[in-house]
């Protein structure tokens, strides 16, 4: 029998931008009072809520003896939560940040046979575990332009992410059967730039449309993580609303190693509704 074991590699990271983001709520507390920005920006926000996507997933998972690699599934509905805060400084700039994390695990046919060239083969038996989880945050600065009821907004800053790949299978190596469990886990930071719009029907019937980038094309952990959306903020009452929007995430992430590399391809596609409170 063939024991095949795991190599466990990466390291854990924190990411301060909860902090900053409580360091800047201080800095906001002690500023004087300002005129009113547009009607279509708060002083502060903050929004709690869920992501509700229907996902398509291609991942490659690097083991000692060959990668398995999963081609295009959907491992069904999944729901993610979010967070998101914003904080104007003055009348036309501001901090934003946002954070949310995906979580999947899927059981199926994949990697059944896997060429290694001079080395023989790599085959799996039954269905393989996939397991799959990426932690997001971003925080960034933004210029608001415009004063009326509508106002563009750009930014930059930078993205924290967290990707977690694991599988496990019965599996072969030259006719010698064993288990086969890897895990493929490590993080990065990368530079952000994002771009939206906001208009005001009413102080309390708002319209909205975001589009960010990040990318890092360099190192053992680099990619790109692409999102859209669009949606509504309406305000029954002051100080609380709900909003409701639908947006597009492609996510292409790929962790170098000495023996293979690991990849996660994830398109996110659906609606998010939130509960947002303004001051």
Known sequence: MLSLRSRPFGRTCRFGALGALAGSGFLFAAMPALADPSPALDRFSFSVGGFSADPKLNASVATPYGTLQTGDIKPGRVTMPRVSADLLLGDSQGISFDYYQYKRDYGGQFGNST?????????????????????????????????GNTVLGLGAGAAYYRATLGTSALAAVN?????????????????????????????????????????????????????????????????????????????????????????????????????????
């Open 175 to 279: 006719g010698q059967i064993g288990t086969l469990n890897e895990r493929s886990s490590d993080n990065a930071i990368a530079p952000l730039l994002e771009i939206g719009v906001r208009h005001a029907i009413t102080p309390d019937l708002r319209l909205f449309a975001d589009a960010s980038g990040v990318w890092k094309s360099s190192g053992r952990f680099h990619g790109n993580i692409y999102n859209a959306s669009a949606g509504v903020e309406w305000f029954p009452v002051k100080n609380v609303g709900v909003v409701v929007s639908y947006g597009v995430t492609n996510i292409d992430l790929t962790r170098e190693s000495d023996f293979a590399d690991s990849r996660l391809k994830v398109r996110l596609q659906g609606p998010s509704a939130f509960l947002k409170a303004r001051f």
């Open 115 to 147: 060429s290694l060239g001079p080395f023989g083969t790599l085959s799996t038996f039954g269905n393989a575990n996939l397991n799959t989880k990426l932690d997001f945050a971003k925080l960034s600065y933004k210029w608001w332009i415009g004063s």
